[in-house]
């Protein structure tokens, strides 16, 4: 576990497991100093794999905590997922990988979410699912991969995913 | 889009699993980890863990079966039983469980479903319903204490108040159905799940895939069953395997079909 900035920065790869709402997940980053070298770390394109609120952190808000800041590595806005779907969503949904994916392949992944991001980011290669309307399940670019779903319990699926993350050169 | 899930459940008696009508009569059903793996292979898409010990020992057991199951499984992992406090969600959760269930504590003290999703996320919080036909009048009302209390809290009420006291899915179980092998209550699960808009699991009554499909035309997002799997009646993916043929939304990885 990442005690300090120094460790974000040295790291060779840096997981960020989604834990908790979009602002309890900003306000423990930036108090432990963590954010601005987390931010650094992406935009450089250091492995980092984010996971579930972990993705969301990549939009500059999100409508589950009005008023907090996210990284805003992405010009975008977490919204509720609409009343027409069941919230939380739960259970394995059908992730379609863009062709350009290199961790992210087509198959079942297991989501427990209730908010998501509706449209793909502008220089991604992002892979889709659907809830009452397409949402972003993961976005990938070099070896900075973020996930919606859960790899860590998308059984062989998400196995795969790790390894290749693992795997990727750096 | 997202699929119906088929979700087994262990009931674990001092780290073994058991199997009885309505908890009486248990007898030893096995390891709950080879099971456990076992449910993986063949498809499951995520496993419920009852912890059924009466005793302080057993209980303390529970921590380290669900310590050992997480170890193997590469699925999500509901564990329940004798979840009295927020203290006792996060051992669970500490151990390995991704969500825990509550049921008689919660009805008694409604507060505590507030608690499990203010310090982990509704995402974690399950309220598990038994419920039973009133003996008087239409509806259903709340059972508890293993079916020893009937309480005559409208069941459908009560599935609403948790729901906005920060339940993120009901575990619906028909106390008329459990362990009869007739079929889920799907008056019940329309009823519920209408009323409410977080996910609900169907519980009791299952024998066969044909059960399975009724409960979740009937409004279930997800089938939980134990007997119908743990007797080698069915593999999950053969459960699965009908599922999608009657056109419902289905994970099918049949490279992985094993018993």
Same mark, same amino acid.
């Given at each position: 576990?990442?005690q300090?900035?120094?460790?974000?920065?040295?790291?060779? #790869?840096?997981?960020?497991?989604?834990?908790?709402?979009?602002?309890a997940?900003?306000?423990?980053? @930036?108090?432990?100093?963590?954010t601005?070298?987390?931010?650094?770390?992406?935009?450089?394109?250091?492995?980092?794999l984010?996971?579930?609120?972990?993705?969301?952190?990549?939009?500059?808000?999100?409508?589950?905590?009005?008023?907090?800041?996210?990284?805003?590595i992405? @010009?975008?806005?977490?919204?509720?997922?609409?009343?027409?779907?069941?919230?939380?969503?739960?259970?394995?949904?059908?992730?379609?990988?863009?062709?350009?994916?290199?961790?992210?392949?087509?198959?079942?992944?297991?989501?427990?979410?209730?908010?998501?991001?509706?449209?793909a980011?502008?220089?991604?290669?992002?892979?889709?699912?659907? #809830?009452?309307?397409?949402?972003?399940?993961?976005?990938?670019?070099?070896?900075?991969?973020?996930?919606?779903? #859960?790899?860590?319990?998308?059984?062989?699926?998400?196995?795969?995913?790790?390894?290749?993350?693992?795997?990727?050169?750096? | 889009?997202?699929t119906?899930?088929?979700?087994?459940?262990? /009931?674990?008696?001092?780290?073994?699993?058991?199997?009885?009508?309505?908890f009486?009569?248990?007898?030893?059903?096995?390891?709950?980890?080879?099971?456990?793996?076992?449910?993986?292979?063949?498809?499951?898409d995520?496993?419920?863990?009852?912890?059924v010990?009466?005793?302080?020992?057993?209980?303390?057991?529970?921590?380290?079966?669900?310590?050992?199951?997480r170890?193997?499984?590469?699925?999500?992992?509901?564990?329940?039983?004798?979840?009295?406090?927020?203290?006792?969600?996060?051992?669970?959760?500490?151990?390995?469980?991704?969500?825990?269930?509550?049921?008689?504590?919660?009805?008694?003290?409604?507060?505590?479903?507030?608690?499990?999703a203010d !310090?982990?996320?509704?995402?974690c919080a399950?309220?598990?319903?038994?419920?039973?036909?009133?003996?008087?009048?239409?509806?259903?009302?709340?059972?508890t204490?293993?079916?020893?209390?009937?309480?005559?809290?409208?069941a459908?009420?009560?599935a609403?108040?948790a729901?906005?006291?920060?339940?993120?899915?009901?575990?619906?179980?028909?106390?008329?159905?459990?362990?009869?092998?007739?079929?889920?209550?799907? /008056?019940?699960?329309?009823?519920?799940?209408?009323?409410? !808009?977080?996910?609900?699991?169907?519980?009791?009554?299952?024998?066969?895939?044909? !059960?399975?499909?009724e409960?979740l035309?009937?409004?279930?997002?997800?089938?939980?069953a134990?007997?119908?799997?743990h007797?080698?009646?069915?593999?999950v993916?053969?459960?699965?395997?009908v599922?999608?043929?009657?056109?419902?939304?289905?994970?099918?990885?049949?490279?992985?079909?094993?018993?």
């Amino acid at each position: 576990m990442a005690q300090s900035a120094e460790d974000i920065t040295e790291a060779g #790869h840096v997981m960020l497991p989604g834990v908790g709402s979009f602002g309890a997940a900003m306000a423990a980053l @930036d108090k432990s100093g963590l954010t601005a070298p987390l931010r650094a770390r992406i935009v450089l394109g250091k492995p980092t794999l984010s996971i579930c609120v972990g993705l969301q952190l990549f939009c500059r808000s999100s409508e589950e905590s009005p008023g907090a800041v996210g990284l805003g590595i992405v @010009d975008a806005q977490v919204t509720r997922f609409p009343e027409t779907v069941r919230v939380p969503q739960f259970g394995w949904n059908d992730v379609n990988a863009d062709p350009a994916c290199q961790v992210v392949e087509d198959g079942f992944a297991y989501f427990a979410n209730s908010f998501s991001m509706a449209d793909a980011p502008a220089g991604w290669s992002v892979a889709m699912a659907d #809830h009452g309307g397409p949402f972003v399940a993961a976005m990938e670019k070099g070896s900075v991969v973020a996930c919606q779903f #859960h790899p860590e319990l998308s059984g062989a699926y998400g196995q795969g995913l790790l390894k290749r993350w693992i795997d990727l050169p750096c | 889009m997202l699929t119906a899930r088929v979700i087994p459940c262990l /009931d674990v008696n001092s780290g073994r699993v058991v199997k009885g009508v309505r908890f009486q009569g248990l007898r030893d059903a096995g390891d709950p980890v080879e099971l456990s793996m076992s449910y993986e292979r063949q498809g499951a898409d995520e496993l419920v863990m009852l912890d059924v010990s009466a005793t302080p020992e057993g209980r303390g057991n529970a921590l380290v079966t669900v310590a050992a199951v997480r170890q193997e499984l590469g699925i999500p992992l509901t564990v329940g039983g004798g979840v009295r406090k927020a203290a006792d969600a996060g051992a669970l959760l500490e151990a390995g469980a991704d969500k825990v269930a509550a049921n008689t504590a919660a009805v008694t003290r409604p507060e505590l479903l507030t608690e499990i999703a203010d !310090h982990f996320g509704s995402q974690c919080a399950i309220v598990a319903i038994d419920a039973a036909r009133k003996a008087e009048g239409d509806g259903w009302e709340v059972i508890t204490l293993s079916g020893k209390n009937r309480t005559g809290m409208d069941a459908i009420g009560w599935a609403r108040e948790a729901v906005d006291r920060g339940a993120g899915e009901i575990l619906l179980t028909s106390w008329d159905r459990d362990g009869t092998r007739s079929g889920y209550d799907t /008056d019940l699960l329309q009823a519920v799940s209408d009323a409410v !808009h977080v996910p609900v699991i169907a519980s009791g009554g299952a024998a066969k895939p044909e !059960h399975l499909i009724e409960a979740l035309q009937s409004g279930a997002d997800a089938v939980l069953a134990a007997s119908i799997f743990h007797d080698g009646d069915y593999t999950v993916g053969d459960i699965k395997r009908v599922m999608a043929a009657a056109g419902i939304p289905t994970r099918l990885d049949l490279t992985a079909d094993t018993p």
